[in-house]
């Protein structure tokens, strides 16, 4: 019997019209149409500033964050493989610098969050920086592949094998042309943990006695977030033979649990565990959740609501997205993005239940808000493109927000600029 490895790269668009056959397929067309005019200045309520070059090289993967004082800390990997720091005010761009002296790729780790005390967490790869004093230090090694600031502390979400765990062994049958080749897997898991004053103290794994595998070596496979209250929200895919699910978990502060799970990682101190759920995000009948990353995601900092966007076939190629709200183990009915056929592209929260979005619809890139069931305010912010086939576009697309009413729209351009544009809301938005 063949042993595989603990991975899971083998377990790896409603019309302007409508006729009866049509709706069969897809079901009611209202609110939905193929094309919306997108008015050239902003609408009442939302502000934008002028559109203005970030960075003029190409980059193939970014990592935004707003901080406090309304600075946004902008981390760029280049096409030519540096690591770009950028900090940008609504005056203008106020430092620049590299990260370190290594050479990075797109596929390679990058996250960013801040902490309670303004000091900026940065994992990239195998290192783990931060920022304080306007200045680099470097901590240490780096194994986190999502950061997030909940509350008061700065967590940390990496996969763990399952043999570090000792999950149980699962059977599996890999079927291929005239051929079935049984195997046995221990079933990777995700893994919490807390930024400590010299490295970081684990304490979750999830799901330790289900079957899936969690895969966060795949670019955009999940997303997390943390909110006031000091509760962590991941939203992830998972797989299990030859499909997969996305899974959600809200996780509240649980310092006094019981640790009853043993992990032994290869590069480090052993940890005693608290086993924790997560829940499959089901949405019913004909939406579901978009395979193709990023996955857009976002929380409000005060209240815990969650939004993701689901999606819906409308026949011949074309979809249908809409947002999802989730609170708690229910998620809401899906709300139809007013263009149909776009592409889903980041999440964050405006508060006030509110959120910032931005779509794509071929070319153009689309800013709207959404609330309680409701879209509004769309305006074009700019164009986006790459210089080449090969670079990918997706993951230089960002949106850095307060929490509040202000956020930075960050996107590439086809001459192989990165560009930005701030955005601000009314009190009526």
């Not at 030859?242 to 799970?261: K, M, Q, V, W």
């Amino acid at each position: 019997m063949k042993h595989a490895y603990d991975s899971s790269s083998n377990a790896r668009g409603l019309s302007g019209f409508c006729v009866g056959a049509l709706l069969l397929l897809t079901g009611a067309c209202v609110g939905v149409r193929d094309t919306v005019d997108i008015a050239k200045t902003p609408p009442p309520g939302i502000g934008l500033g002028n559109e203005v070059t970030l960075l003029d090289t190409a980059t193939e993967k970014l990592a935004a964050l707003m901080t406090r004082d309304g600075r946004v800390h902008l981390l760029a990997i280049t096409t030519g493989g540096d690591a770009l720091h950028v900090v940008v005010s609504e005056r203008g761009i106020e430092e620049k610098n590299k990260v370190g002296g290594d050479r990075h790729k797109y596929h390679e780790i990058l996250a960013v969050a801040d902490d309670a005390e303004g000091k900026v967490h940065l994992a990239i790869n195998d290192k783990y920086w931060i920022w304080e004093k306007g200045a680099w230090r470097l901590v240490g090694s780096n194994r986190c592949a999502l950061l997030a600031r909940a509350g008061d502390f700065v967590a940390c979400v990496t996969k763990a094998s399952g043999k570090e765990l000792g999950t149980a062994a699962q059977l599996g049958i890999q079927a291929g042309p005239g051929i079935v080749i049984p195997y046995v897997i221990r079933p990777a898991k995700i893994v919490l943990g807390e930024a400590t004053s010299d490295g970081w103290s684990f304490r979750n794994v999830l799901d330790f006695n289900l079957r899936y595998l969690a895969n966060l070596d795949n670019v955009g496979d999940a997303a997390l977030s943390g909110d006031a209250s000091g509760r962590l929200h991941l939203f992830f895919k998972a797989y299990e033979d030859n499909r997969f699910s996305y899974r959600y978990a809200e996780l509240a502060p649980t310092g006094d649990a019981e640790r009853d799970i043993e992990w032994r990682p290869s590069d480090g101190q052993a940890s005693k565990l608290i086993n924790s759920e997560s829940d499959v995000v089901s949405l019913g009948g004909q939406w579901f959740i978009p395979a193709s990353p990023p996955l857009p995601f976002a929380v409000d900092e005060q209240t815990g609501r969650a939004l993701i966007f689901a999606r819906r076939s409308k026949g011949f190629g074309g979809w249908i997205d809409a947002a999802v709200e989730i609170r708690g183990k229910l998620s809401g009915q899906p709300a139809p993005f007013p263009i149909s056929t776009s592409r889903p592209m980041r999440l964050a929260s405006a508060g006030g239940d509110r959120f910032h979005a931005l779509v794509a619809t071929d070319i153009s890139l689309i800013y709207s808000t959404y609330r309680a069931g409701n879209w509004s305010g769309l305006t074009k912010v700019g164009e986006i493109g790459t210089q080449g086939l090969f670079v990918i576009g997706n993951a230089s697309v960002q949106l850095a927000s307060d929490g509040r009413r202000q956020a930075l729209a960050i996107w590439p351009k086809k001459e192989g600029a990165l560009a930005g544009r701030w955005i601000r809301l009314g009190e009526g938005e």
